[in-house]
């Protein structure tokens, strides 16, 4: 069982649809992050929040928007994605001490846009 | 700046048999830590081992254990007794270790298939 939850696990939507990936964990963990993933190929860092603060922005385009709206909680809204967007999209969570715990990761959500 | 090479896009070994994965990185920080990370067709990515750069004792987790060369900047993971659940893609990672840093450096990956 994952402790980091993502919904929904597929998502398949058109270039001028607005929708939003969810991501949930539990253990009490202030770091949450997200990550781009295409096939074959290792996961890239979009976002990182710290005590539900904004701490690095990958040079993302705007047409993706993080929002920490408590602890547990991360979303990413997506608004006018280009089809080289489709990839999976993995969530992330670790404690931001100074012993770095290692990131728990979620499923995913596979996303497809038309 | 970090980076991590894994050298060998894919392999394969008989169930039951031990492989290693080999993972070589460059990093001009002095504490760090090193994670092999597991990521099978289900796609969640799972930590398998990690390895304090300031320990000189080799992790192990059951069937999993990594060769940890400090001075070569070599961390390679064995798998012993494989599983036919071990078929996955692994990833090694690097991180710094200094406060307020969260960034993992990836590797591109080895593809690793246990044959039945």
């Known amino acids: 069982d994952t402790e980091v939850t993502q919904t929904p696990k597929h998502l398949v939507m058109g270039m001028t649809n607005k929708k939003s990936l969810k991501c949930e964990q539990h253990?009490?963990?202030?770091?949450m992050y997200w990550y781009k993933q295409k096939a074959k190929k290792p996961p890239e860092l979009m976002f990182v929040?710290?005590?539900?603060?904004?701490?690095i922005n990958e040079s993302v385009p705007s047409r993706f928007s993080p929002e920490c709206p408590n602890s547990s909680l991360l979303n990413l809204h997506l608004h006018a994605l280009q089809p080289e967007d489709s990839a999976l999209y993995l969530c992330?969570?670790?404690?931001?001490?100074?012993?770095?715990?290692?990131?728990?990761f979620g499923d995913g959500t596979r996303l497809s846009i038309l | 700046a970090q980076t991590v090479t894994q050298s060998q896009p894919e392999m394969s070994v008989q169930e039951a048999e031990t492989v290693t994965l080999s993972c070589t990185y460059d990093?001009?920080?002095?504490?760090?830590?090193l994670f092999w990370y597991k990521q099978p067709p289900s796609r969640q990515m799972i930590l398998v081992i990690r390895?304090?750069?300031?320990?000189?004792q080799n992790a192990t987790e059951n069937r999993f254990s990594v060769n940890f060369q400090k001075a070569a900047k070599s961390f390679s993971l064995k798998i012993s007794d494989s599983q036919l659940g071990d078929t996955a893609m692994y990833f090694c990672?690097?991180?710094?270790?200094?406060?307020?840093?969260?960034?993992?450096?990836f590797g591109k990956g080895t593809k690793l298939s246990v044959i039945p």
């Open positions: 929040y710290s005590y539900e603060k904004l701490s």
């Open positions: 990093t001009s920080e002095s504490n760090y830590y």
């Open positions: 390895q304090e750069a300031y320990k000189q």
């Open positions: 992330a969570s670790s404690q931001p001490d100074r012993l770095p715990q290692p990131q728990h």
């Open positions: 253990m009490g963990h202030r770091a």
């Open positions: 990672a690097s991180k710094y270790s200094g406060a307020g840093s969260y960034q993992l450096t």
